[in-house]
């Protein structure tokens, strides 16, 4: 919602400021689930 407002008002750097956090947080959670897999599911990828 605050990339969307800040577009209106042609505020580019909050835009950019706003994409980067969310790739961050993306990003975060990805490792997290990553590590929640290889503790909840040893059994992954040993065949």
Known sequence: MM??????FQLTDIV????????II???IDILMRKAERILVPWKGKS
């Open 16 to 23: 950019i400021m706003g994409i980067i956090l969310i790739g």
């Open 3 to 8: 990339i969307m407002v800040a577009s209106r």
């Open 26 to 28: 993306g990003y975060g």
